[in-house]
């Protein structure tokens, strides 16, 4: 099983939709993180969390909110879907290891919006 | 702010070439250093890391070395094959990883039989 879980793993949504992404992680790691691809763009943070109750902005929040229900998981909303959102999304945990960080993927999902 | 950047791609190379990906950073602090592959329709694997200067990363027959005096983590591979073909990105991680990974925009790596 993976360690960290996206679902779904494709979805077709119409403008104007609400729509949630799940993530779920059994790495038991506090720090989670939701990014987005496009071609060109590399990988983009929209929000992330430190813990329960802490959640931050990234680079490219707005249109997005996120929720962190537990310590292993963390989903990503569109509150009203747009066709620019149509990405590619990846969620992530990280962890301290002495003086080093190291980062872990989830499979991704990809949106599209019509 | 941190950046990264590398080389843009298509990157295309004929099969047991010499591979070199360029990527320099900016950082505020001491960063860790990745790279990243994703093979088509898959997500992110990490491919190697490097947290100190100096320090090679290596896997998969790829390397990269940490070269803090000119801010660079160049991947290199002696000799590429066509299952390398994928989408390489590097990344860094600073300050405990409190504003998550950096990512460069991804170099696309075609090797033709």
């Known amino acids: 099983d993976a360690d960290v879980t996206q679902t779904p793993r494709n979805r077709i949504t119409k403008t104007g939709k609400r729509i949630m992404l799940e993530c779920s992680q059994t790495k038991g790691h506090d720090r989670m993180y939701w990014y987005r691809q496009d071609p060109g763009l590399g990988l983009r943070l929209i929000y992330y969390s430190f813990d329960v109750k802490d959640i931050n902005k990234g680079e490219i929040s707005d249109g997005y909110s996120v929720s962190r229900q537990a310590q292993a998981k963390f989903s990503l909303s569109l509150e009203s879907a747009i066709p620019n959102q149509t990405a590619l999304y990846f969620c992530?945990?990280?962890?301290?290891?002495?003086?080093?960080?190291?980062?872990?993927f989830g499979q991704g999902t990809r949106l599209t919006v019509v | 702010g941190n950046s990264v950047t590398q080389m843009e791609g298509p990157v295309t190379l004929s099969e047991e070439a010499f591979l070199t990906i360029n990527c320099t950073y900016t950082?505020?602090?001491?960063?860790?250093l990745f790279w990243y592959v994703q093979y088509p329709g898959e997500g992110l694997q990490l491919l190697l890391k490097?947290?100190?200067?100096?320090d090679k990363g290596s896997n998969k027959g790829f390397e990269a070395t940490y070269r803090k005096e000119t801010t660079s983590f160049h991947l290199e591979k002696g000799s590429v094959q066509v299952s390398d073909s994928a989408v390489y990105f590097c990344?860094?991680?600073?300050?405990?990883?409190?504003?998550?990974?950096?990512f460069g925009k991804g170099t696309h790596l075609i090797i033709q039989p």
């Open positions: 990344a860094l991680i600073t300050g405990g990883g409190a504003d998550g990974l950096t």
């Open positions: 992530a945990t990280s962890v301290n290891r002495g003086s080093m960080t190291e980062a872990f």
């Open positions: 950082a505020t602090g001491y960063p860790s």
């Open positions: 490097a947290t100190k200067a100096d």
